[in-house]
């Protein structure tokens, strides 16, 4: 399966990631759980796009990919903002009171944790996150 | 859509279907209202909620904040277990009472 979209940076569109979602999920027939877990984590990454990527807010497009063979996903994202390397963020430290801790910065941990693999490039003024998850 | 409930001395928030990126600052808004007193004995009810991104949980933490500083008592109850994972991976279970649903 290779399925592919394009969506402008503004957090309307982030209704379309979910279709997106949804139809790689019927057409893998993947469970509840993962299916919300591959929402949670595009949402995190592409609302880590819209709201930090251009700090002028230009208009951007977002490339979205996904590819399975069945037993893993790849997830594919690229965009045109500033270079940002996720694998360098979002580390968490759980055992510390969540009411005690800086508030947010949960996104790319959460993502971090439900992937298998993340992986980034800046390559030609684009950023692209490469993550991969089992699914069975 | 969110509710706030009173049951006893408890205050009751039950959540809409999904706390997402798009719907987290309303959801904030909605909340308000039972974080107004000091020593609520708050109670997050999940028993609708089937997704929620990185922005509910912020302000969850910030709801925490909010209750201990008025020495009261919060608590999320009846959450789905795929949540319940995230919640967990979050250090949230840790420190907080986190109910799933039966």
Known sequence: ?136 | MTQILKEGGKTIIKTGSRIDTVNADEFEQDIQPALQEAGVDLEMDCTDLTYMASSGLRIIQKTMRTVMKGKGQFKIVNVNPAIYKVLQMTGFTKFMTVEQKP
């Open chain 1, 1 to 136: 399966m290779i399925k592919e979209i394009t969506i402008g940076n503004k957090p309307s569109e982030l209704k379309r990631v979910a279709g997106f979602v949804d139809e790689i999920g019927k057409e893998l027939g993947l469970d509840g759980e993962l299916l919300m877990n591959l929402n949670l984590v595009l949402e995190e990454m592409v609302s880590n796009i819209i709201f930090y990527a251009h700090p002028q807010q230009t208009d951007d497009y977002i490339g979205l990919k996904a590819e399975s063979d069945g037993k893993e996903i790849t997830l594919t994202l690229a965009d045109h903002g500033i270079e940002f390397d996720p694998t360098k963020k979002g580390n968490l430290n759980t055992d510390v009171n969540p009411a005690e801790r800086e508030i947010g910065g949960m996104g790319i941990f959460i993502v971090k944790n439900i992937m298998n693999q993340v992986a980034y490039q800046r390559l030609n003024g684009q950023n692209m996150v490469v993550m991969k998850k089992k699914i069975k």
